[in-house]
């Protein structure tokens, strides 16, 4: 596994990480260190550890608000799923009345056809009896 040299906390460390993670961990070192900048008029008046409390605490409090708005997301996703499922539903439904609706019209389409056929055939016999 490749290593990875960064500076987290003014702190340089050596971080061995798996390929694909390699961005995930740039990230994240990134977010900590702009966490720790922004309590940086506090670094001389409390202790670093009391900073890296905080930062947690921040970050954990972040991690709240995203857990929440994935449920709200998965329940949203779900609704629409329902909707889909329903909308398939109706266009299936609907497929299937203009099925038997086309099937309705070729049999009505026969019959007019017959129709068509005896009234030529009862008009050729006007025609040849009139000629007679």
């Known amino acids: 596994m490749p290593n990875l040299e960064v500076t ?3 702190q340089k460390l050596k971080l061995t990480y798996q390929v ?3 961005q995930r961990l740039i990230n994240a070192v990134e977010i900590l260190n702009k966490k720790w900048n922004k309590f940086s008029k506090m670094h ?3 202790s670093h550890l009391n900073i890296i409390t905080l930062i947690s605490l921040e970050l954990q ?3 709240g608000d995203y857990k929440e708005n ?7 996703i779900e609704e629409q799923n329902k909707d889909s499922d329903n909308s398939l539903k109706k266009i299936n439904n609907f497929k ?3 099925e038997y609706k ?4 070729s049999e009505i389409q026969k019959v007019l056809d017959e129709i068509h056929n005896e009234l030529l055939q009862i008009k050729t016999n006007i ?4 000629n007679e």
Do not use: Q
Request: no cysteine; glycine share 0%.
């Open 96 to 98: 299937s009345e203009l």
């Open 127 to 130: 025609l040849k009896n009139k």
């Open 8 to 10: 987290v906390f003014n």
């Open 44 to 46: 001389s008046k409390v």
């Open 61 to 63: 409090d972040s991690i």
């Open 102 to 105: 086309n099937r309705e019209i």
């Open 70 to 76: 994935v449920e709200l997301l998965k329940k949203k």
């Open 20 to 22: 694909n993670e390699k």
